[in-house]
């Protein structure tokens, strides 16, 4: 093969993406295999907080569909920017009720709907009566600690019903992150029974989104159906903004 000497152009910013990205399809297919699933019934999320749009474009030309962002302000910004690739954005960060209806002009999933508050913002106002359907999960608090985001595990079902009572928000299911300080396939044995119970309320929401770099392959042997894959894939993330 001939040497390639050109400089790196605005569409692979780092060389070691492409290879990061396959190691990660790879460790998903793998674990799916053990599973006994079919890696298809998974979507990968590639988590690129903090980085910047042109790390998201490299991705696009890589195959990468859907992208998980969780901070707002810079959510939107990469998503305007890169309004010419159709991708899907989920919003994975702590959501105030405030800002929720700016993130469904671009998101197209939110996975952090965690309160009575946040769910109810989704709902139809007297300015905008017939607001944009987002595809919703439920973000359950596995760690028994509130700071950390996620309802508690026994406050899952009333806030389901808000949920589907909202009518402005498709709940596809649960979305979680394994504590620290835990084996993390107990904890997502843990999400995968909460999420048994919210099917019974609400029979279509069957995903589950958990998993992250370092237990993708815990998420999976738990019946994960979306992975938030952040480090793994871009390496180390820039400090925050
Ligand atoms: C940052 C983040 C991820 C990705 O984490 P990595 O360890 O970098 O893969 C996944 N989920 C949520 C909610 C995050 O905030």
Same mark, same amino acid.
Not at 76 to 99: M, N, Y
Not at 124 to 139: A, H, K, L, S
Not at 174 to 179: C, G, I, R
């Given at each position: 093969?001939?040497?390639?000497?050109?400089?790196?152009?605005?569409?692979?910013?780092?060389?070691?993406?492409?290879?990061?990205?396959?190691?990660?399809?790879?460790?998903?297919?793998?674990?799916?295999?053990?599973?006994?699933?079919?890696?298809?019934?998974?979507?990968?999320?590639?988590? %690129?907080?903090?980085?910047?749009?042109?790390?998201?474009?490299?991705?696009?030309?890589?195959?990468?569909?859907?992208?998980?962002?969780?901070?707002?302000?810079?959510? /939107?910004?990469?998503?305007?920017?890169?309004?010419?690739?159709?991708?899907?954005?989920?919003?994975?960060? /702590?959501?105030?009720?405030?800002?929720?209806?700016?993130?469904?002009?671009?998101?197209?999933?939110? /996975?952090?709907?965690?309160?009575?508050?946040?769910?109810?913002?989704?709902?139809? %106002?007297?300015?905008?009566?017939?607001?944009?359907?987002?595809?919703?999960?439920?973000?359950?608090?596995?760690?028994?600690?509130?700071?950390?985001?996620?309802?508690?595990?026994?406050?899952?079902?009333?806030?389901?019903?808000?949920?589907?009572?909202?009518?402005?928000?498709?709940?596809?299911?649960?979305?979680?992150?394994?504590?620290?300080? &835990?084996?993390?396939?107990?904890?997502?044995?843990?999400?995968?029974?909460?999420?048994?119970?919210?099917?019974?309320?609400?029979?279509?929401?069957?995903?589950?989104?958990?998993?992250?770099?370092?237990?993708?392959?815990?998420?999976?042997? &738990?019946?994960? %159906?979306?992975?938030?894959?952040? %480090?793994?894939?871009?390496?180390?993330?820039?400090?925050?903004?």
């Amino acid at each position: 093969m001939v040497a390639d000497t050109r400089r790196p152009s605005a569409s692979s910013p780092d060389d070691g993406l492409e290879a990061r990205l396959a190691s990660v399809r790879e460790r998903i297919a793998d674990a799916a295999r053990l599973a006994d699933r079919p890696v298809d019934s998974m979507t990968l999320i590639a988590v %690129t907080k903090y980085h910047p749009a042109s790390l998201v474009r490299a991705l696009a030309a890589l195959g990468v569909t859907d992208v998980g962002e969780n901070r707002h302000q810079e959510a /939107q910004a990469k998503a305007a920017e890169l309004a010419d690739l159709s991708l899907t954005w989920h919003f994975i960060g /702590q959501l105030q009720s405030k800002k929720a209806r700016q993130v469904r002009r671009y998101a197209d999933v939110v /996975q952090s709907l965690d309160r009575a508050s946040v769910v109810d913002a989704f709902a139809p %106002t007297e300015t905008e009566p017939d607001p944009r359907v987002v595809d919703g999960f439920v973000q359950v608090d596995l760690s028994g600690d509130p700071g950390r985001g996620g309802v508690p595990v026994d406050d899952v079902e009333a806030l389901v019903d808000r949920v589907l009572a909202a009518g402005t928000i498709r709940l596809r299911g649960v979305m979680a992150v394994a504590p620290l300080g &835990e084996e993390p396939r107990r904890a997502f044995a843990r999400l995968r029974e909460v999420s048994e119970r919210v099917q019974r309320a609400a029979p279509a929401a069957t995903d589950i989104s958990a998993g992250m770099s370092g237990d993708l392959a815990e998420a999976i042997a &738990e019946g994960a %159906t979306h992975l938030r894959i952040g %480090t793994a894939i871009t390496g180390n993330r820039p400090a925050a903004p």
